[in-house]
């Protein structure tokens, strides 16, 4: 348990001072607004994507498969979880209510969560992991929308559908299947691009923090409240109901982890495609990003030691 938490927090610690790097870049000029979201972009749209079908690229085992159907179920259980907590804890009738509501279900499953399962389980939690990004993916195009526009048609479950996660998680997902491996030189060319999603991540994360006014936003009482309900009530509430199923600790404390990050970056790119509080977005990204460098390394110390 001490390994495992040492594990979690000197990859936090990686992830803040390549977060400060991002931030320094856009105080200096060298990242602009628009680069930061070609950079998100770039890191939802084509390194994430390709990050999960390399984690396919797996011996095919039957426990494998077993593991991965029973994360998807903790996935969807996770979500909805999350937005019973969101309805009744978030009611303050504000412009701001999308807004908090979506930054309190969806987490930085991906952007956070890869690199970390990454290094706490290796290639299996990744695989694992992927049932929860498919989703986050599948309820943020859907469920995501109707919360910041109120609406929802058939284009805008189609359009879920078709998000490059999505597309990569059942491309991944035949291969694996069909013990498909891709040719040695193609993986390593993903290889290469997949190395890429912390270091990027990262950097648009820092960047997008160093456009709000973060002391500020560390003084409004209102964002510990969303904070605590985002990063200790949701994986608490998800760990109460996982901890006591007889599975693979593994698929368990992937789900865990995944619920426990902090409010997806989705959250901003949203708020300014839908014209919602996007600054509001980005502070609460910012103040959930810091302190789940706290919050992180204790929720899966408690995982583990209930493990």
Known sequence: TEMFFMIVLNQIIIMALLITAGVICYKCGIIGKEATQSLSSLVLMVVNPIVILVSYQQPFEKRMLKGLLWSLLLALISTVISIVISKVFIRKKSGRL????????????????????????????VFYLTAFVTVFNLFVWTHGVFLMEEKLNKKMIIQAVKTPAVIATFLGFALFMLKISLPDILLKTLTYLENLNTPLAMLAAGATIAQTNIFKALKNPRLYYICILKLILVPAAACAVFCFLPLDDVVIGTNILASACPAAATGTLFAIRYKKDSLYA????????ILSIVTLPL?????????
């Open 98 to 125: 999308a807004v908090e509501r979506f930054s309190c279900i969806y987490s930085n499953c991906a952007f956070m969560g890869i690199p970390l399962v990454s290094a706490l389980y290796g290639s299996e939690g």
């Open 282 to 289: 980005a502070e609460l990204f910012a103040v959930t990003t």
């Open 299 to 307: 929720i899966m110390n408690i995982t583990q030691k209930i493990l």
